[in-house]
């Protein structure tokens, strides 16, 4: 790791964060890591059980909105680097619900920027490697693209759901905050993500616990929509290789090499599932229900991923087929996890949701 000493964390009790900081605490003794989260129904501290006694872990509940917290917090452990994950994540909450997203993606993420500015000289991104202000956003801000074709660096925003309008406005926060001020701002846009920890809100846990459980699986539209599918994990170690190598102002796009058709998706884990469950042949694949399509559903994501890969040398490990099996035993092995994070409200979002499928 480079000259920081002290990272702040935000959202590191979320799906990606957790992965992040269990990958990162026990590899770097000498870093203190300070986990900001608010705990929403899409955080939870279990998710940080195994480092939780670590000496140089530290978690903070409180909201990276409230400013006065966030002053005090640079302060009392003059954090040298920020690794943003803290936002609203799920397009369809968004649909429902917009001025959270705006509060938490947009608002927190000029709160975070604000208070980095007020802590680090005004020539932090001139300092060498010591200072480090890690955006991270998805490739939801790009939209749609055809059946040809894939995002890069270069691709002009075009956010279509009131999800990806919040992170696309705090992407260009994040970067008028490195032209105007000088802030070591780095960014990355990553794809879909899945893996361990993820809340059964998001299409790869929710095929698993519904397949699990034999309740009805939904899947939007007629499935056809293409996602680029990036293990957690390989996301974590490209958010590394940019926390400790990345030069400031820059923009790097994370992508898994992994396209796939949500019905394709849906259906290997159905598979996988009735494998290791010992089921009969196409028992989940019965469960699968198509429901109405979201409103604005973005067609296909694909990413090139070539700046990564030449200038910080990264590239995915996992294979959708590895990654999957992977992630489908991680779930089965943790069945209590599921059960704690799939609270009533979670069940009553879902309730309303497909109560027409
Ligand atoms: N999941 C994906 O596929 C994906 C892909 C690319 C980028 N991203 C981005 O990565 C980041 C993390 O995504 P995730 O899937 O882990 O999300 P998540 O919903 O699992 O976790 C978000 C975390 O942020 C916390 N949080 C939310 N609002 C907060 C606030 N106001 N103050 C403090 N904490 C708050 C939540 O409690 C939760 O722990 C997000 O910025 C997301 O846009 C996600």
Not at 10 to 31: E, Y
Not at 180 to 190: E, S
Not at 238 to 253: C, D, F, I, S, W
Request: net charge negative; glycine share 8%; hydrophobic share 40%.
């Amino acid at each position: 790791m480079q000259t920081e000493t002290s990272v702040l964390v935000t959202g590191g009790a979320g799906f990606i964060g957790a992965n992040f900081l269990l990958r990162m605490v026990p590899k770097h003794p000498d870093t203190r890591f300070v986990c900001l989260d608010r705990l929403t129904y899409a955080g939870n501290a279990m998710n940080l059980r195994a480092i939780e006694d670590a000496a140089n872990f530290h978690f903070v509940q409180g909201d990276i909105c409230d400013t006065a917290l966030l002053g005090g917090l640079f302060e009392e452990h003059g954090f040298t680097s920020v690794v943003h994950f803290a936002a609203e994540s799920h397009v369809d909450r968004s649909i429902e619900a917009p001025l959270a997203f705006a509060r938490s993606n947009v608002e927190g993420t000029v709160a975070l920027l604000e208070a980095a500015r007020q802590a680090w000289p005004e020539d932090a991104a001139g300092a060498g490697d010591r200072y480090r202000f890690v955006h991270i956003s998805t490739d939801e801000v790009f939209g749609s693209l055809g059946d040809s074709g894939q995002f890069d660096e270069a691709t002009p925003y075009d956010p279509r759901s009131p999800y990806s309008a919040s992170k696309a406005a705090a992407d260009h926060f994040a970067r008028a905050y490195f032209h105007t001020y000088g802030l070591p701002v780095v960014l990355t846009n990553g794809s879909n993500n899945y893996g361990p920890f993820q809340f059964p809100e998001k299409l790869v846990p929710l095929v698993i616990s519904n397949a699990l459980d034999g309740r009805a699986i939904p899947v939007y539209g007629t499935g056809e929509n293409v996602r680029d599918w990036l293990y957690v994990k390989d996301h974590c170690a490209a958010l590394e290789a940019v926390l400790r190598r990345a030069p400031p102002g820059e923009t790097y796009l994370v992508g898994g090499d992994s396209e796939a058709r949500n019905i394709d998706l849906v259906e290997r884990l159905c598979d996988l599932v009735d494998a290791v469950e010992d089921r009969p042949e196409g028992y989940s694949r019965d469960l699968i229900t198509f429901v109405e399509d979201r409103p604005g559903h973005d067609h296909r994501y694909a990413i090139d991923f070539s700046k990564l890969e030449a200038e910080l040398d990264w590239q995915p490990e996992h294979d959708l087929t590895d990654g999957l099996r992977a992630t489908v035993d991680w779930y089965l092995r943790h069945p209590d996890w599921l059960e704690a994070v799939r609270d009533d409200s979670y069940r009553d979002y879902y309730a309303r949701q497909y109560s027409e499928a």
